[in-house]
């Protein structure tokens, strides 16, 4: 099963596609968090700290599909290099003015994140358009689903690391050096070079209008709820069960879980078609995830952990195939920057509002939204899914 991954190891640019798509996943992981740990530490602000973060995550999430479309029509090189420098004096931006007033602190924090390059949609579109074999093209979307996952182990650690070590600045100035070797790296390795000479008809059209791709982002945003959710309602109840240190070590089992079953999914051949296997593994994580509602136990809620996060990447790693399907190949930078915002404008929603759960009603509570907002993901596709087949007939 291992020679799956060995043949995509063994394709032309796969070392830097995977390595500098690795390097530029962990300041993608690490900001969020270095940011609350910088505004709250200089500002002593929690409150201002998670506005701060929130104006990061949502300003990628608007802007970053508007960059994609611009890396499909003149190529990866010729955005990324801009967006990467971007970045960096918008990161050197928000460090000079996080003790000086809070509009300055928030527009930097805007900059920031609108102009982050979405790592994991460069290189998945360039597997997209180099490999067409979907059955190698679904073991490269595994390895991508796996880094993504490794990634947001490591970087929260690290950042915390840093933190301790060398102060709240350390976090975000190892993101800046990251994100240079990693934007540099794929620009220079990079063998797009724009859709100006493909078929203009395919950018004439929306994405948003292209059937099913409503549904899926849709159900992207619900799956964010959980996203976003999680970590607050796991490290509420180890609070109140007075386990706190066991938290963290939680909050990584999701990540953890999901990891081994995103390479065991690429192991395996499928037949059935990829919108199937996204509805599936939507509803297998509800399932799953409901389970913690019938045994609120801390002795147990390691194990309800780890298997409500096995579904977790086989549901993007459908996604994205999915999503490869819908839209023309021209257009899947901007298409794969739609569904990372989704997710992120979730994952945004679903901190703010499980905080307020947990806040008002206690830590175990919040698994009811947890699982709820699983559910919501799995209908939405089922029915937008249904929808798909009756225009296809």
């Given at each position: 099963?291992?020679?799956?991954y060995?043949?995509?190891?063994?394709?032309?640019?796969?070392?830097?596609?995977?390595?500098?798509?690795?390097?530029?996943?962990?300041?993608?992981?690490i900001?969020?968090?270095?940011?609350?740990?910088?505004?709250?530490?200089?500002?002593?602000?929690?409150?201002?700290?998670?506005?701060?973060?929130?104006?990061?995550?949502?300003?990628?999430?608007?802007?970053?599909?508007?960059?994609?479309?611009?890396?499909?029509?003149?190529?990866?090189?010729?955005?990324?290099?801009?967006?990467?420098?971007?970045?960096?004096?918008?990161?050197?931006?928000?460090?000079?003015s996080?003790?000086?007033?809070?509009?300055?602190?928030?527009?930097?924090?805007?900059?920031?994140g609108?102009?982050?390059?979405?790592?994991?949609?460069?290189?998945?579109?360039?597997?997209?358009?180099?490999?067409?074999?979907?059955?190698?093209?679904?073991?490269?979307?595994?390895?991508?689903?796996?880094?993504?996952?490794?990634?947001?182990?490591?970087?929260?650690?690290?950042?915390?690391?840093?933190?301790?070590?060398?102060?709240?600045?350390?976090?975000?100035?190892?993101?800046?050096?990251?994100?240079?070797?990693?934007?540099?790296?794929?620009?220079?390795?990079?063998?797009?070079?724009?859709?100006?000479?493909r078929?203009?008809?395919?950018h004439?059209?929306a994405?948003?209008?292209?059937?099913?791709?409503?549904?899926l982002?849709?159900?992207?945003?619900?799956?964010?709820?959980?996203?976003?959710?999680?970590?607050?309602?796991?490290?509420?109840?180890?609070?109140?069960?007075?386990r706190?240190?066991?938290?963290g070590?939680?909050?990584?089992?999701?990540p953890?879980?999901s990891?081994?079953?995103?390479?065991?999914?690429?192991?395996?051949?499928w037949?059935?078609?990829?919108a199937?296997?996204?509805?599936?593994?939507?509803?297998?994580?509800?399932?799953?995830?409901?389970?913690?509602?019938?045994?609120?136990?801390?002795?147990?809620?390691?194990?309800?952990?780890?298997?409500s996060?096995?579904?977790?990447?086989?549901?993007?790693?459908?996604?994205?195939?999915?999503m490869?399907?819908?839209?023309?190949l021209?257009?899947?930078?901007?298409?794969?920057?739609?569904?990372?915002?989704?997710?992120?404008?979730?994952?945004?929603?679903?901190?703010?509002?499980?905080?307020?759960?947990?806040s008002?009603?206690g830590?175990?509570?919040?698994?009811?939204?947890?699982?709820?907002?699983?559910?919501?993901?799995?209908?939405?596709?089922?029915?937008?899914?249904?929808?798909?087949?009756?225009?296809?007939?």
């Amino acid at each position: 099963m291992a020679g799956s991954y060995a043949l995509i190891l063994r394709k032309p640019h796969a070392r830097s596609t995977f390595g500098f798509g690795m390097v530029g996943r962990i300041p993608m992981a690490i900001n969020s968090v270095a940011i609350v740990f910088l505004v709250s530490d200089v500002r002593g602000s929690f409150t201002l700290a998670g506005i701060t973060s929130s104006f990061y995550t949502l300003a990628g999430a608007v802007v970053s599909p508007r960059v994609g479309k611009l890396a499909d029509r003149f190529g990866t090189k010729r955005v990324l290099l801009p967006v990467t420098l971007a970045n960096v004096l918008a990161t050197i931006g928000l460090l000079l003015s996080v003790d000086r007033g809070t509009p300055g602190l928030l527009i930097f924090a805007a900059l920031c994140g609108a102009t982050f390059p979405t790592f994991g949609g460069y290189t998945r579109t360039r597997w997209s358009r180099s490999i067409d074999s979907q059955e190698e093209l679904a073991s490269a979307l595994s390895l991508e689903s796996v880094m993504d996952e490794i990634a947001f182990v490591l970087g929260p650690i690290l950042a915390g690391f840093l933190f301790s070590l060398y102060g709240s600045r350390s976090p975000l100035l190892t993101g800046i050096a990251f994100l240079a070797i990693a934007g540099l790296g794929l620009a220079i390795t990079s063998t797009d070079h724009g859709g100006v000479e493909r078929v203009h008809e395919d950018h004439k059209r929306a994405i948003l209008a292209i059937p099913y791709v409503k549904s899926l982002l849709l159900s992207l945003v619900a799956l964010g709820l959980l996203f976003g959710s999680n970590f607050v309602v796991i490290i509420a109840v180890a609070k109140e069960g007075g386990r706190v240190s066991d938290g963290g070590l939680w909050v990584g089992l999701y990540p953890l879980g999901s990891a081994v079953a995103g390479l065991i999914y690429g192991f395996i051949h499928w037949k059935s078609a990829n919108a199937i296997r996204y509805t599936i593994s939507l509803i297998v994580m509800t399932f799953c995830t409901s389970g913690i509602l019938f045994f609120q136990n801390l002795d147990t809620i390691a194990f309800w952990i780890i298997l409500s996060g096995i579904a977790i990447a086989p549901a993007l790693i459908s996604a994205n195939a999915f999503m490869k399907e819908l839209v023309p190949l021209s257009r899947l930078n901007e298409a794969f920057a739609y569904l990372g915002a989704s997710i992120s404008i979730g994952v945004t929603l679903g901190s703010a509002s499980s905080g307020i759960i947990v806040s008002h009603y206690g830590g175990w509570k919040g698994f009811y939204f947890i699982t709820a907002a699983t559910a919501l993901s799995a209908l939405i596709s089922f029915f937008g899914w249904g929808s798909l087949r009756k225009v296809e007939k």
